[in-house]
């Protein structure tokens, strides 16, 4: 890091495949942010976030919203569906959290999910049958693929209804044509979909403004941004496991594209990881644990999707896979999350390799085909969810830690012990105080 000040510009990023605890850290991260800003992705992520014991789970608004004198931003790379939108506000507001148009900027240029995207998503998902991706079926890739086909609804159209009748007339005709001939569903009309907007769009109105503007003047002042991502690196378009991935690119660097800022202005990355790994829906998992240890994982860690309530699949920490991703993201700092799962265990074992190959592969088929190499270290029975400092964990959770840093090279600077705000032991400032 070449910034001679403290860390005041962070990204964080999940570094596995998606749901590593990034709600929660960015909550804590941001009690010290002047913004909290969501970069991609759209509400097929949920951020899980553990309050005074209460759950609550935010799908677009940034996780930062918790945090009074934080201002929240929904990015320019983000897909909104304003119906989720709308209700996850209404739900915030019924909590007693004030979401004023000062407390969550939503960018013009965000791409709206229109109700033809869910659908469109839904079809297609199971045309395929047997060779489901595991989308959530909620817009996500056909928003992504009109805003690339320059064919997309923005936000900004959506409040200006001559400008959006416009945009449908000239999207409608290919749209019908797939949802009637190829799927055999409904066409949608101008006029109801206009119908569909009008009052979505009066209550988003006072939060839709300019965000480019307002954190560059913050970074001029010095006032610190937190810039929060959805999924994890190996869900990136690019850089995950090819085609089983999202619609976005997820990793540290899309944090500049898909909200106005360059690059020269982050100063830090913290990466999160799990304890273990985890995956929703297809795609290949070499360290996955389909037997009763990766069951114990998952009804211990409580591992089901906060968007759609699916099973995650399980298994050991895979650190060939999160060491890769430390370097397609930058890392400057890990955060190590739900490792009170782990209690119990006579024995861990640890990913450290693959028989076949140096590398982690570029895409599906190969990863599939990998064998992985695993490290045996000792367990521990503990529970961990009232250590607050390094020396109050047991001398094998310890070992596994430093194991853990080790391989993945980079410092691991908070280790969370449990589900709640206060549940963490710190290791690094960038994170808090230090015991």
């Given amino acids: 890091m070449t910034a001679s000040h403290p860390p005041r510009n962070i990204v964080v990023t999940g570094l596995q495949w998606g749901d590593e605890g990034k709600g929660k850290i960015v909550d804590l991260l941001a009690a010290r942010s002047r913004y909290v800003v969501r970069f991609q992705g759209g509400n097929n992520a949920g951020h899980t976030l553990v309050v005074d014991g209460e759950r609550i789970v935010l799908h677009v608004v940034p996780s930062g919203i918790l945090n009074e004198g934080v201002c929240c931003v929904v990015g320019n790379g983000v897909v909104v569906d304003p119906e989720v939108l709308v209700t996850e506000l209404d739900a915030l507001e019924a909590r007693g959290v004030a979401v004023r148009g000062d407390r969550l900027l939503v ?32 817009g996500i890739g056909p928003t992504y693929e009109d805003k690339v086909a320059r064919r997309g609804v923005r936000v900004e159209d959506l409040l200006d209804e001559d400008a959006l009748a416009n945009r449908l007339e000239a999207i409608l005709p290919q749209k019908n044509r797939q949802l009637v001939e190829w799927f055999g569903d409904a066409a949608w009309t101008v006029d109801e979909l206009l119908h569909w907007a009008r009052p979505l769009a009066d209550r988003l109105r006072p939060h839709v403004a300019d965000t480019v503007t307002p954190l560059h003047r913050a ?15 190996f869900l990136d378009v690019d850089h995950g496991t090819y085609p089983f991935v999202t619609s976005s690119n997820t990793v540290a660097g899309q944090a ?38 990766g069951a114990r994982i998952r009804e211990v860690g409580h591992e089901y999707g906060a968007t759609t309530g699916r099973p995650r699949r399980c298994g050991w920490f895979d650190a060939t896979l999160v060491r890769h991703a430390v370097m ?40 599939a085909a990998v064998t992985p190499i695993y490290e045996e270290l000792p367990g521990w029975s503990e529970d961990l969810r009232a250590c607050r400092s390094w020396d109050q964990l047991p001398a094998a959770c310890r070992a596994y830690i430093d194991r853990i840093e080790e391989l993945c090279g980079a410092p691991i600077g908070l280790v969370s012990v449990g589900p709640g705000r206060d549940e963490v032991i710190v290791r690094d400032p960038l994170f808090g105080s230090v015991d």
């Fill in 107 to 138: 960018s013009p240029q965000a791409h709206v999910i229109m109700p033809y995207h869910r659908t469109l998503d839904a079809c297609r998902e199971s045309a395929l049958g047997g060779k489901k991706i595991g989308t959530t079926r909620k």
């Fill in 328 to 367: 397609l993201n930058g890392t400057t700092h890990l955060a190590l999350t739900k490792l009170d799962v782990l209690s119990g265990f006579e024995s861990i074992f640890v990913g450290v390799g693959y028989a076949e190959r140096a590398t982690v592969p570029t895409g599906a088929e190969a990863m």
């Fill in 219 to 233: 970074i001029q002042a010095g006032d610190p941004i937190l810039f929060e991502g959805a999924q994890g690196t």
């Fill in 256 to 293: 500049c594209a898909g909200t106005g800022v360059g690059p020269t202005a982050i100063d830090a990355v913290v990466g999160i990881a799990k304890a273990y790994c985890t995956r929703v829906g297809a795609g290949p998992f070499p360290t996955e644990l389909d037997d009763d240890q």
